[in-house]
C-alpha cells in the first residue's frame, strides 16, 4: 500500500517555520558596520564656489601687500641711498672728463651701500607685514616678495632721478676745466636689488615658522574592525 504524500502547503509551512525559527534563535541581520577604508563622500555643491572665494582673498590681499611693501621700501630707500652713498668725483680737464681719484671706491661704496639699507629695511618689512598678518598665507608671502621687488626697483629709479643729473657733458662744461663735480648715481652691480625682497621675505618665513599659526593634530586614523 502506497503511503500518503504530504500536500505543497505543508512543506511551505514547514519551510517557513523553520527561517522564522533561525531568524529568532541569531536575532536580526547585524547593522553595517563604518568602515573607515572607504572612501570620503563626494563635497558638496558650494566646494567649488568657496575654495574661488578663498583664491580671491588671497589674491587681493596679496596685491594689497604688494602695493603697500613698494610704495614704503621704495621711497625709504631710494631717499636713504640718495642721502648715505657716496659720491664718484669727476673732473673735466678741457678734453674728456676723467676721474678725480682714479683709485677711489666710491662707486663701490654706492653699491654697498644700496646692498645694507636693502637688506635692512627688508628686514624690518617682513617683521611688520607679519604682525599685521599674523595668519600668513601664499598670497601675503607673494605679494611681500613681489611687493619688495618693486620697491627695490623704485629706489634705484628714486635716487638717480633725484641725484646728481645724467648729463655728464652738459655738466662738464656747466663746471668747467679743472672743477670736480659728482657723477650721477648708478648700481654697478644689479645684484644687489635682490637683496630688499630677500631679507624681507627670509625674516616673514622665520617669523611665520617660529610664531605663526598651527595646523591642528591629524586624528589618528580608526582601525577596521574585523569580526561579528
Known amino acids: 500500500m502506497t503511503p500518503p504524500q504530504p500536500s505543497p502547503d505543508h512543506d511551505t509551512d514547514r519551510d517557513t517555520d ?15 558596520r563604518h568602515d573607515p577604508w572607504a572612501a ?12 574661488a572665494g578663498r583664491w580671491r582673498g588671497e589674491i587681493a590681499e596679496g596685491l594689497a601687500v604688494a602695493a603697500a611693501v613698494a ?14 652713498a657716496p659720491r664718484v668725483p669727476l673732473v673735466y680737464d678741457g678734453e674728456a672728463v676723467l676721474l678725480s681719484n682714479a683709485e677711489g671706491e666710491e662707486a663701490i661704496g654706492a653699491d654697498g651701500t644700496f646692498l645694507l639699507l636693502g637688506l635692512g ?34 629706489a634705484f629709479r628714486l ?16 663746471a668747467g676745466r679743472g ?14 636689488l635682490f637683496g630688499l625682497p630677500f631679507a624681507a ?18 586624528r589618528p586614523a580608526e582601525r ?3 569580526g561579528g
Not at 617683521?127 to 627695490?152: D, N
Open 201 to 218: 621675505l627670509a625674516v616673514h618665513l622665520l617669523c611665520v615658522a617660529a610664531w605663526g599659526p598651527r595646523d591642528p593634530e591629524p
Open 159 to 174: 635716487g638717480v632721478w633725484l641725484g646728481p643729473g645724467e648729463d655728464i657733458a652738459a655738466r662738464a662744461h656747466q
Open 71 to 84: 610704495a614704503v621700501t621704495g621711497v625709504a630707500l631710494g631717499l636713504l641711498w640718495l642721502w648715505l
Open 40 to 51: 570620503p563622500p563626494p563635497a558638496g555643491d558650494d566646494a567649488g564656489p568657496a575654495a
Open 121 to 154: 629695511l627688508g628686514a624690518v618689512a617682513g617683521g611688520v607685514v607679519f604682525l599685521l598678518r599674523r595668519h600668513g598665507g601664499v598670497g601675503v608671502a607673494a605679494g611681500l616678495a613681489a611687493g619688495a621687488l618693486g620697491g627695490s626697483l623704485l
Open 18 to 32: 523553520h527561517t522564522a525559527g533561525a531568524g529568532g534563535a541569531h536575532g536580526p541581520a547585524p547593522a553595517s
Open 224 to 226: 577596521p574592525h574585523w
Open 179 to 192: 672743477v670736480v663735480f659728482d657723477a650721477p648715481l648708478d648700481l654697478g652691480a644689479h645684484g644687489v
